[in-house]
């Protein structure tokens, strides 16, 4: 079975700070995806990393995938407060198809 | 319009009723996919499909049936909903090489009382 585990669950942390998000889980895989989702709403799309030592960057976030280690990072650079929400990371289990096991997600609360 | 669209958006039923929750997709994508969210969770699979004959149980499937239409509909059905199946329930669709992330509908928070 699948486990896809991160840490902190919950994170309060003062705009301009740094932090990283961890990720880790159970079994092989090369395909790992990060969500944010704002109180109430649905899933947002923030990063795709397909292969071992993949990084992405979209503004003050950062991703990145070791799949040797089983574990995937997002760093938060100078938090804003518009940064304040939960962040999933999601793992798909299947090398032929796509079946996405999500993490209990890493609450983040920003405060100015 | 959105690309995944969930209906209805909230309900309320009673325990023992029937209730469908139903998704219909734009994007094109073969892949669908209900997920179900509760507090501390995250959200775990209910079904999923790879295409219209093609029904795969998840994690959490007791309780749940689903009927994939068409390419571009998937519902899910609660065939005697219980108070433990309150929850927010996420419609996804995944496509295929390089497109492979799951976008999601706007969910349907489902009360059973």
């Known amino acids: 079975e699948l486990k896809v585990e991160q840490n902190p669950l919950f994170l309060s942390m003062q705009e301009g700070k740094n932090y990283t998000i961890y990720c880790n889980y159970s079994?092989?895989?090369?395909?790992l995806y990060w969500y944010r989702q704002d109180p109430g709403k649905s899933l947002e799309s923030l990063f795709v990393l397909l292969s071992n030592g993949a990084v992405k960057q979209e503004g003050r976030l950062m991703a990145s995938l070791d799949t040797k280690a089983r574990l995937s990072t997002l760093h938060i650079t100078a938090a804003v407060h518009d940064l304040s929400a939960t962040y999933f990371c999601?793992?798909?289990?299947?090398?032929?198809?796509?079946?996405?096991?999500f993490g209990t997600g890493t609450s983040l609360t920003v405060i100015p | 319009d959105a690309d995944v669209t969930q209906t209805p958006r909230n309900r309320i039923t009673k325990t023992g009723k029937r209730i469908m929750l139903e998704c219909s997709q734009t994007k094109g994508h073969d892949r669908m996919y209900w997920y179900r969210q509760d507090p501390g969770l995250g959200l775990r699979l209910i079904y999923y499909?790879?295409?219209?004959?093609?029904?795969n149980k998840g994690e959490i499937s007791d309780g749940y049936s689903v009927s994939r239409q068409a390419q571009a509909k998937f519902s899910l059905s609660l065939e005697s909903a219980i108070p433990n199946q309150t929850a927010l329930y996420f419609c996804?669709?995944?496509?295929?090489?390089?497109?492979?992330?799951?976008?999601f509908g706007q969910g349907t928070r489902l009360t059973v009382v």
């Open positions: 996804a669709v995944s496509g295929t090489g390089g497109k492979t992330e799951a976008f």
């Open positions: 079994t092989t895989s090369d395909r």
């Open positions: 999601a793992v798909d289990m299947s090398g032929t198809g796509n079946q996405f096991y």
């Open positions: 499909s790879f295409d219209v004959k093609d029904i």
